[in-house]
């Protein structure tokens, strides 16, 4: 059959191309139109930029939490996870040590917790959502603990432009999200680590009988993303010259907003990396042109949380055959 | 008869696993009278009665999710929401009735939400119960806008803190729930389907159990239960924050695993989830009397709640082996 030269002689044609483009797509697009006619500030090159900063940290969850959702997991101590790191950045930089112990000491916090989760998981066999709930209180009450509950203050001066410097004219935190990115990006595609990534959430058994050993592969998964809080925890530590206990608690749930909205689906082993990419835009575009509408922060918690739903019910029609 | 067999096999098994946990109880009390010369008087006994009953009334309900093999992650936050909402209702009305029939009934719109989420648009539900979870604490803080509801009738603070012979409301409460809930799950039809649902939802929906009106009723019923619970913690706090609710979310989970209800579905008793309160009200007693700093507790519960699911898996793989 020849090409038809137009889309509007093919209706149909035009249809299978519009539901081919994901939805996330669709939801970013259509939330930067309403916001760039509700707010005149919201399109410009400072606020554009902004967002990018204001999604660098949210990115560093989200991604490892795609390879978590991926494998038929959930990780709810992420944001628990990245505070507790960066109590623990901050109380080493305060106590007089060097920036790289001080990030060693962060990123093993985050390596530890991470092997925890992966070794509930996948060798006690722990729900992850249980798993990783019990973790989160871990995380919480020794971030609560450490620091008697109070801001960790103090921090010599030279953390402060790790956020808001910029190598190359590049922002900083863009530069770790971009690194991020591309590490992520190359795990899951380009090493045999990503291929099981998505076989243990296509067929974990099945992996097992072919004689992989998927528990190391999964407690990887969840190792990658407790160092992946142990790095964004320099760029928080970073952005407020301080540790405080509860700075990031819940943020695992803005990742796994953007995590579902990308497309990423919770009940069979597949997903899309750069989908994630997209949703923590729209999860950044959604909380900073609420913010310059004037919608206080706690409402903006519940719109995205509307945001979550709509996404997987939608990732429910397209189960449906 | 091979269902009456089981049956009977359960319940044998249960009460021997409920009599483990009774023996940790005791064992728990002796080791903390010794520790302690605080721990065994009345006061002290009678205050662990009470924060144990607070948080049955949570657990209780969460025990029913549970044994669908599902979880309500949203129960602490529903609590909080709907203290916040009975608070105002309070201060505006005066009427303790009004106040706790606001409790009820938005613990009950909140949980009947949840439970249209899982079946009607089929969310899983962690991640249905874990958004409610943020949507409502969005919502109690909006709500709320930083302030505080103190100063509530004295009628209604009777709930929390009044005493009926010497002994406090809540722990009446407590073994009024348990009766219900005793009642509900092990001798009647909806009870018996909920584990069925739990144990094996596929064969629960081919033997003709409406499992999507059952699972909608068990969550309708945990937030009934959390907002309930709102009532006796508003009632003896005396006063409301946006996030009142949010530290009883792991004890709550806490209650359940150790009481042993099986995250899996099918397993577990409201008298167990008593003794699983007690028990976490204990070790949290016990490091206020040692006086371990409290910013300790959430670490505690959630290294509890770990062992507690770990001991659920040891004993279900011993099980199965034996099978």
């Given at each position: 059959m020849s090409e038809m030269p137009t889309l509007a002689v093919q209706p149909r044609r035009l249809r299978a191309a519009l539901a081919a483009t994901p939805g996330v797509a669709y939801i970013l697009l259509l939330l930067v139109v309403a916001f760039g006619m509700t707010s005149k500030d919201f399109l410009s090159g400072a606020n554009l930029l902004n967002i990018g900063m204001q999604s660098a940290i949210l990115l560093m969850l989200a991604l490892p939490m795609t390879f978590v959702i991926m494998s038929e997991g959930l990780d709810i101590s992420l944001g628990a996870l990245l505070t507790l790191c960066s109590v623990v950045l901050a109380l080493m930089l305060v106590r007089g040590n060097g920036l790289p112990v001080a990030l060693a000491a962060a990123v093993a916090v985050g390596l530890a917790f991470g092997l925890a989760n992966g070794l509930l998981v996948s060798v006690v066999n722990v729900p992850p959502f249980v798993a990783t709930l019990g973790t989160m209180g871990m995380a919480q009450g020794l971030a609560l603990a450490v620091t008697d509950g109070q801001s960790v203050v103090g921090i010599s001066e030279y953390v402060q432009p790790i956020y808001e410097g910029g190598i190359f004219g590049v922002p900083i935190p863009l530069a770790f999200a971009l690194g991020s990115y591309a590490l992520s990006h190359w795990l899951l595609y380009h090493t045999r680590f990503g291929s099981y990534v998505f076989a243990i959430g296509g067929?974990?058994?099945?992996?097992?009988?072919?004689?992989?050993?998927?528990?190391?592969?999964?407690?990887?998964?969840?190792?990658?993303?407790?160092?992946?809080?142990?790095?964004?925890?320099?760029?928080?530590?970073?952005?407020?010259?301080?540790?405080?206990?509860?700075?990031?608690?819940?943020?695992?749930?803005?990742?796994?907003?953007?995590?579902?909205?990308?497309?990423?689906?919770?009940?069979?082993?597949?997903?899309?990396?750069?989908?994630?990419?997209l949703g923590v835009f729209a999860v950044g575009v959604m909380r900073n042109g609420l913010n310059l509408l004037g919608v206080p922060s706690s409402l903006q918690v519940v719109s995205i949380g509307l945001l979550v739903i709509v996404a997987l019910f939608v990732d429910g029609l397209k189960r449906r055959p | 008869m091979s269902v009456s067999l089981a049956l009977r096999h359960r319940f044998s098994a249960g009460a021997v696993a409920l009599g483990y946990r009774l023996v940790v109880v005791i064992a728990m009390c002796a080791a903390l009278a010794l520790a302690s010369d605080a721990f065994f008087t009345e006061s002290n006994l009678i205050n662990v009665l009470r924060q144990a009953a607070l948080l049955f009334l949570i657990a209780s309900g969460l025990t029913l999710v549970i044994l669908t093999a599902g979880l309500d992650l949203s129960v602490a936050a529903n609590l909080g929401m709907s203290a916040c909402l009975v608070a105002s209702v309070l201060k505006s009305t005066g009427s303790p009735l009004l106040g706790m029939l606001t409790g009820i009934g938005s613990g009950v719109a909140i949980g009947c939400t949840n439970g249209l989420l899982v079946t009607a648009l089929r969310l899983p539900p962690f991640i249905a119960t874990y958004g409610?979870?943020?949507?409502?604490?969005?919502?109690?803080?909006?709500?709320?806008?930083?302030?505080?509801?103190?100063?509530?009738?004295?009628?209604?603070?009777?709930?929390?803190?009044?005493?009926?012979?010497?002994?406090?409301?809540p722990?009446?409460?407590?073994?009024?729930?348990?009766?219900?809930?005793?009642?509900?799950?092990?001798?009647?039809?909806?009870?018996?389907?909920?584990?069925?649902?739990?144990?094996?939802?596929?064969?629960?929906?081919?033997s003709g159990i409406p499992v999507k009106r059952r699972l909608v009723l068990v969550y309708a019923v945990s937030g009934g239960m959390?907002?309930?619970?709102?009532?006796?913690?508003?009632?003896?706090?005396?006063?409301?924050?946006?996030?009142?609710?949010?530290?009883?979310?792991?004890?709550?989970?806490?209650?359940?695993?150790?009481?042993?209800?099986?995250?899996?579905?099918?397993?577990?008793?409201?008298?167990?989830?008593?003794?699983?309160?007690?028990?976490?009200?204990?070790?949290?007693?016990?490091?206020?009397?040692?006086?371990?700093?409290?910013?300790?507790?959430?670490?505690?519960?959630?290294?509890?709640?770990?062992?507690?699911?770990w001991i659920d898996m040891v004993t279900r793989k011993r099980t199965e082996d034996r099978l």
């Open positions: 067929n974990r058994e099945a992996l097992v009988l072919a004689g992989v050993r998927a528990n190391l592969y999964h407690i990887g998964i969840y190792v990658f993303g407790g160092c992946m809080a142990g790095m964004a925890a320099l760029l928080l530590t970073a952005r407020t010259n301080s540790g405080h206990p509860t700075a990031a608690i819940g943020m695992e749930f803005d990742a796994i907003v953007a995590v579902a909205v990308g497309g990423t689906s919770f009940e069979r082993g597949d997903g899309w990396l750069f989908g994630t990419v | 409610m979870l943020w949507v409502l604490h969005g919502l109690s803080y909006y709500y709320m806008a930083g302030g505080t509801i103190y100063g509530f009738p004295p009628g209604f603070r009777e709930i929390g803190s009044g005493y009926l012979f010497g002994v406090p409301i722990i009446y409460l407590m073994f009024l729930f348990l009766a219900i809930g005793w009642f509900f799950t092990a001798r009647t039809t909806y009870g018996q389907e909920i584990y069925a649902i739990g144990a094996n939802p596929t064969a629960a929906r081919l959390a907002g309930l619970a709102a009532l006796v913690y508003l009632a003896r706090l005396n006063s409301a924050e946006a996030d009142i609710g949010e530290p009883l979310l792991l004890p709550a989970v806490a209650a359940c695993v150790i009481g042993g209800a099986s995250l899996f579905g099918g397993v577990g008793t409201i008298s167990g989830t008593l003794v699983g309160a007690l028990i976490l009200t204990l070790v949290l007693n016990g490091m206020n009397l040692l006086q371990v700093n409290a910013n300790w507790q959430p670490f505690v519960t959630g290294v509890i709640v770990l062992a507690g699911v």
